[in-house]
């Protein structure tokens, strides 16, 4: 989601400690995590059946900085306005930085393998916690769990005290789009949907993943988006190959929304990430083949498409933090991060069976 600069402003966290012993912790999830079975079908300490894990590609829907002043609030009944581009947790910036302007950093081999880490660890999170999901859990528990989880492997929540963003996680359920804060007000209801939004730096990088589940049963159409936005975010990482453009990834997004009778949140999108949770370049959800920016074995940034049911415009509340559809309509969201490589693409934040 569009990198912002901390005026004077540092983060309220230092790095975490080192993740000295990852790979005994990683080997030790293998058995709760079934490894041959599909993530959906994991059964771990604390999970919740009404809630099912989606798995990259395999999902089963049966049971969801540049630079500038920052914009004028608005919430409640207030007319929606345009909001400029942003990428990841943040408050509002200004105009988007071009192509041209971006220094996009080329990873090697050691910071490839840091990354690896830390997506992994986000993951496992992500997956843990949403297994516990359930009708009556509050947003505020998610945070609690996160913070818990992603202490006992050994990393820090990327998003505490971000920009000052209040809590370890984004919770953004049904029409609200991104940057939930949670709440102890926030109840989870039978028939909800909501987007959980993991990030978390180890040894000093980042990764960064979400997925959105859904709360009991559910109607159709908050099925439908929230399948469309798991495929539009497997339709964007297709397209992740050395030599192609990011215009690819947005218009591949677009193309599969408009099909399927959605629509694509313009304002927000995925973004670079390595040892800042923020970096160039922007990743567009929407745009024309062939252009933009030309991707680089070694980059590696995030894929995390923002599909509506309704219209694609959005607005901010009083908060200075949620974004909610504009109309009212439910709002799903996938995210991966990317690194390309040259022969296509690795996904950094897999879903943990793979391990």
Same mark, same amino acid.
């Given at each position: 989601?569009?990198?912002?600069?901390? $005026?004077? #402003?540092?983060?309220?966290?230092? &790095?975490?400690? %080192?993740?000295?012993?990852?790979? !005994?912790? +990683?080997?030790?999830? =293998?058995?709760?995590?079934?490894?041959?079975?599909?993530?959906?079908?994991?059964?771990?300490?604390?999970?919740?059946?009404?809630?099912?894990?989606?798995?990259?590609?395999?999902?089963?829907?049966?049971?969801?900085?540049?630079?500038?002043?920052?914009?004028?609030?608005?919430?409640?009944?207030?007319?929606?306005?345009?909001?400029?581009?942003?990428?990841?947790?943040?408050?509002?910036?200004?105009?988007?930085?071009?192509?041209?302007?971006?220094?996009?950093?080329?990873?090697?081999?050691?910071?490839?393998? $840091?990354? #690896?880490?830390?997506?992994?660890? &986000?993951?496992? %999170?992500?997956?843990?916690?949403? !297994?516990? +999901?359930?009708?009556? =859990?509050?947003?505020?528990?998610?945070?609690?769990?996160?913070?818990?989880?992603?202490?006992?492997?050994?990393?820090?929540?990327?998003?505490?005290?971000?920009?000052?963003?209040?809590?370890?996680?984004?919770?953004?359920?049904?029409?609200?789009?991104?940057?939930?804060?949670?709440?102890?007000?926030?109840?989870?209801?039978?028939?909800?949907?909501?987007?959980?939004?993991?990030?978390?730096?180890?040894?000093?990088?980042?990764?960064?993943?979400?997925?959105?589940?859904?709360?009991?049963?559910?109607?159709?159409?908050?099925?439908?988006?929230?399948?469309? &936005?798991?495929?539009?975010?497997?339709?964007?990482? !297709?397209?992740?190959?050395?030599?192609?453009?990011?215009?690819?990834?947005?218009?591949?997004?677009?193309?599969?929304?408009?099909?399927?009778?959605?629509?694509?949140?313009?304002?927000?999108?995925?973004?670079?990430?390595?040892?800042?949770?923020?970096?160039?370049?922007?990743?567009?959800?929407?745009?024309?083949?062939?252009?933009?920016?030309?991707?680089?074995?070694?980059?590696?940034?995030?894929?995390?498409?923002?599909?509506?049911?309704?219209?694609?415009?959005?607005?901010?509340?009083?908060?200075?933090?949620?974004?909610?559809?504009?109309?009212?309509?439910?709002?799903?969201?996938?995210?991966?991060?990317?690194?390309?490589?040259?022969?296509?693409?690795?996904?950094?934040?897999?879903?943990?069976?793979?391990?």
């Amino acid at each position: 989601m569009l990198q912002h600069r901390l $005026s004077s #402003r540092q983060e309220t966290h230092a &790095a975490g400690s %080192t993740f000295k012993k990852l790979d !005994a912790e +990683l080997l030790l999830e =293998i058995p709760d995590l079934a490894r041959q079975r599909r993530l959906r079908d994991v059964q771990t300490r604390g999970c919740s059946r009404h809630v099912p894990l989606f798995r990259h590609g395999h999902e089963v829907l049966e049971l969801r900085k540049t630079h500038a002043a920052l914009l004028p609030r608005f919430g409640g009944g207030a007319k929606p306005q345009a909001l400029p581009y942003q990428n990841g947790i943040g408050r509002p910036s200004g105009r988007h930085t071009s192509s041209k302007a971006m220094s996009v950093e080329i990873h090697g081999p050691r910071s490839i393998q $840091s990354l #690896r880490l830390a997506g992994r660890v &986000a993951a496992l %999170t992500l997956a843990t916690v949403g !297994a516990r +999901l359930a009708p009556g =859990i509050t947003t505020s528990r998610v945070d609690q769990w996160v913070r818990e989880d992603t202490a006992r492997r050994g990393g820090r929540p990327s998003q505490l005290g971000y920009q000052g963003f209040p809590a370890a996680v984004c919770v953004s359920p049904n029409q609200v789009v991104c940057h939930g804060i949670p709440r102890a007000s926030v109840v989870l209801d039978e028939g909800d949907i909501v987007n959980v939004d993991v990030t978390t730096e180890v040894d000093g990088h980042h990764g960064d993943t979400s997925a959105t589940f859904v709360v009991g049963k559910v109607s159709a159409e908050a099925l439908h988006v929230v399948d469309v &936005a798991r495929r539009c975010r497997d339709a964007g990482i !297709a397209e992740v190959r050395d030599g192609a453009r990011l215009g690819d990834i947005g218009a591949a997004i677009e193309e599969l929304a408009r099909r399927e009778g959605c629509s694509v949140v313009r304002e927000y999108g995925g973004h670079g990430i390595g040892r800042s949770m923020h970096a160039p370049p922007h990743v567009s959800h929407v745009g024309k083949r062939g252009s933009g920016l030309r991707l680089r074995a070694g980059m590696v940034f995030t894929v995390e498409p923002m599909i509506n049911l309704g219209s694609p415009e959005v607005r901010l509340l009083d908060d200075g933090w949620t974004v909610v559809t504009a109309d009212g309509s439910l709002s799903a969201q996938f995210e991966h991060t990317v690194l390309v490589t040259k022969t296509g693409y690795e996904i950094l934040t897999p879903a943990p069976e793979v391990y």
